[in-house]
Each structure stands twice: as structure tokens, then as C-alpha cells.
């Protein structure tokens, strides 16, 4: 004999249910408001730099200072003190004995760097200029041109003064 084989059914005690869980979607929304409230404070927050200020000085006004220490750095990273060409090995010691000539308040140095010059490079000279023992570093956003040869007035070579501006 055979034995006939029944499906049985098994009817289930609820209807299959078709709408959408918010638990979940709530948790969410929630989590993702807090992590804004949170985000959006430091978003806000602005760098401060202090830029320094600038102001025009009548050209009759300007000191005639033959003994000005300027230090350029090319785009190349070749140091020079008073156009006189550097190595960087001998840029502390030659900076050193020049400024040891000075008193403290007239250690001044002046850098002019070239607009493609290594960024580091220029750090590196700011530095050692104060191991040097520079009181005073300035940064001159033009290049300082020395004095025309027949000037009276004129710096001897290699000290470059600030020149009338037309």
C-alpha cells in the first residue's frame, strides 16, 4: 500500500506585516543629530594670524644705515649677507662675527627671500640668525637696492642702503 503523502499548511496566527520599523530610523536620525551638534561648533572656529603692519616712510625719513645687515636667500637657496655669497655651513659663524660688532640694540637683520625660494630654507636663515645672536629680524617685502656708485652719499660696495624711491 501506498502511502499518500498531505502538505500541511501552516496558516500563520498573524497577518504578514507591511510597515516599515522607525525604531531603527529614529535611532539613526538621532545619532547623526548629535554627532552635528557636536561637528558644527568646531566648524566655526577661525585661525588667528597676526600680520604685521605696514606703513610708508617718507623716503627723507628713512635711515641712511651703511652698516644694515641684509641677508637674501635666491630661488636657487644660495644665502648672501650684504651681497656677498654664503655657504650655509658659514652663514652662523660669518653672521656671528659680524654682529658681535654691534651692540645689542643695533643687531639687526634684514631678509629679502625670493618669491620661489624654499620655504625651509628661509626658516633655516631666521634661525640661525638669532644663534648668531640678532636682536632685531626684519622682512622686507621688496628688494633692497643698493646706492647708485655716484652718489655722494653712496654705501661703499657691498653694503646696499636704501635708495630714494622716484
Do not use: C, H
Not at 46 to 69: A, F, S, W
Not at 116 to 145: H, R, S, W
Amino acid at each position: 500500500m501506498a502511502m499518500a503523502k498531505t502538505r500541511k499548511w501552516v496558516k500563520p496566527a498573524t497577518p504578514p506585516n507591511s510597515e516599515i520599523n522607525v525604531t531603527p530610523l529614529v535611532d539613526v536620525v538621532l545619532v547623526l543629530l548629535i554627532i552635528f551638534m557636536v561637528v558644527t561648533p568646531l566648524l566655526e572656529k577661525d585661525i588667528e594670524v597676526r600680520i604685521p603692519e605696514t606703513e610708508d616712510v617718507p623716503v627723507e625719513q628713512m635711515p641712511q644705515d651703511n652698516n644694515q645687515l641684509i641677508v637674501k636667500l635666491d630661488a636657487n637657496g644660495t644665502y648672501s649677507i650684504n651681497t656677498d655669497p654664503v655657504t650655509p655651513e658659514e652663514y652662523v659663524n660669518k653672521l656671528k662675527r659680524m654682529l658681535a660688532a654691534k651692540t645689542k640694540e643695533d643687531r639687526i637683520v634684514f631678509f629679502v627671500a625670493d618669491d620661489k625660494a624654499n620655504y625651509g630654507k628661509l626658516v633655516a636663515a631666521f634661525d640661525g640668525a638669532k644663534q648668531a645672536g640678532a636682536f632685531v629680524l626684519g622682512m622686507a617685502t621688496e628688494d633692497i637696492p643698493a646706492a647708485p656708485a655716484g652718489d655722494p652719499g653712496a654705501a661703499p660696495a657691498g653694503d646696499p642702503a636704501p635708495a630714494p624711491a622716484p
